[in-house]
């Protein structure tokens, strides 16, 4: 299929937006920004529309989507019920980077929730996203626009990568903003469980909710290992490079990486680092600069734009710097620890 990218750059494009809701509503694959990646969009009440997005991105069939909203009411008739934390949340972090889990009502298809009797919703804050939902008045379930696997898309570039020819229309909102996926909240449970680690931090979460648990299968940062859960034999957001990450000190770690680059001097290897620490590698055919460690949101934005790009310089190897499991940090720990197979050098 021939893939339209349409870009827009202001509210006032209201044919353009016109033009994504209205395929939207016909039951077409319209790729759109959102603030925190781009999404792979279909009519999310529909059966048809959602096998579509499977199919583009070769996604395996027992992972649930999350349907995407432009107003708390159109929540009502996807939920059995709205309990008082999701409410609490939704009125302080929608619009915005967080995912809430509710029991799912009848109307959403099988196809959406994996058969699962819940369902993931959240409403972004992208203004271009929101006008298009917002016209559309349907729920739009979409995944990361990424091949199922791959690093996340967050320029168009990236989208047009892996899902060129596969998708009806892509619209082009610029850079993606917050760099990793929404957090996802439980709230059919008590306390509510982080299930996945987001642009919304445990700690943000707690300041409103108090006690929130945190689903940890992901990592174990206590005693530092990776713990054998199903999904870690899953690599996601991979890049083709063997990958490897390092946590602990940031001298020995940029110590231990130097003493690799020497190691395998016949290979090209990138290395995703600091604003602060850039000037501590020798040798490494790919230095990148993924941000500054006071400011976690820039190495979040970077990170997933990092890791393609080491695929495009062809490198063997990427050795990544690894961060804190704190605020942000978790969230971005938690993709890399993913994108390296769970090959990380902690306590270093
Ligand atoms: O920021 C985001 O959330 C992006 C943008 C496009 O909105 N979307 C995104 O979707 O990351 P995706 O499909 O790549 O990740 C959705 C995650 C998956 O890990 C899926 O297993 C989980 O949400 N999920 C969906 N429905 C669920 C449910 N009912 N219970 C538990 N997890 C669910
Ligand atoms: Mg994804």
């Not at 060129?164 to 469980?193: A, Q, W």
């Not at 490079?241 to 003493?259: H, L, Q, S, W, Y």
């Amino acid at each position: 299929m021939e893939t339209q990218v349409i870009k827009i750059e202001s509210l006032d494009e209201k044919d353009k937006i016109h033009q994504a809701a209205t395929a939207l509503g016909q039951g077409k694959l319209v790729v759109i920004p959102t603030e925190t990646v781009y999404g792979l969009g279909a009519h999310g009440l529909r059966e048809d529309s959602v096998k579509g997005i499977f199919e583009a991105k070769g996604r395996p069939q027992d992972n649930p989507l999350i349907l995407h909203v432009a107003n708390q009411d159109q929540v009502l008739d996807l939920v059995q019920a709205i309990p008082p934390a999701a409410k609490d949340c939704m009125d302080m972090f929608w619009p915005g980077p967080l995912t809430l889990i509710f029991k799912r009502s009848k109307i959403v298809p099988d196809l959406v929730t994996a058969g699962l009797e819940t369902v993931a919703i959240r409403m972004p804050s992208h203004a271009i996203a929101h006008a298009i939902l917002e016209e559309a008045a349907i729920p739009v379930a979409a995944p990361s626009a990424n091949t199922s696997g791959r690093p996340s898309p967050t320029r168009v570039s990236h989208v047009l990568e892996d899902l060129d020819g596969k998708v009806d229309m892509i619209v082009d909102g610029g850079f993606t903003d917050v760099g990793i996926e929404s957090t996802i909240l439980d709230v059919t449970v008590d306390p509510p469980t982080i299930l996945r680690p987001g642009g919304v931090t445990k700690e943000d979460l707690e300041d409103l909710l108090g006690t929130v648990a945190e689903d940890t299968s992901h990592y174990d940062a206590e005693s530092g290992t990776v713990p054998k859960s199903p999904g870690m034999k899953y690599r996601h957001y991979a890049p083709q490079a063997d990958t490897t990450v390092f946590a602990g000190n940031i001298e020995n770690v940029a110590k231990e990486i130097n003493r690799r680059i020497q190691e395998n001097k016949g290979e090209k290897v990138a290395v995703l680092c600091t604003t602060e620490t850039q000037a501590l590698y020798q040798g490494a055919h790919l230095l990148l600069d993924m941000g500054s460690r006071s400011h976690l949101e820039e190495v979040a934005k970077n990170l997933f734009n990092s890791l393609r790009a080491c695929d495009e310089a062809g490198v063997d190897r990427i050795y990544v710097e690894g961060f804190d499991f704190e605020g942000l940090g978790v969230g971005i720990m938690n993709r890399l620890l993913k994108a390296s197979g769970g090959k990380v050098v902690f306590g270093l």
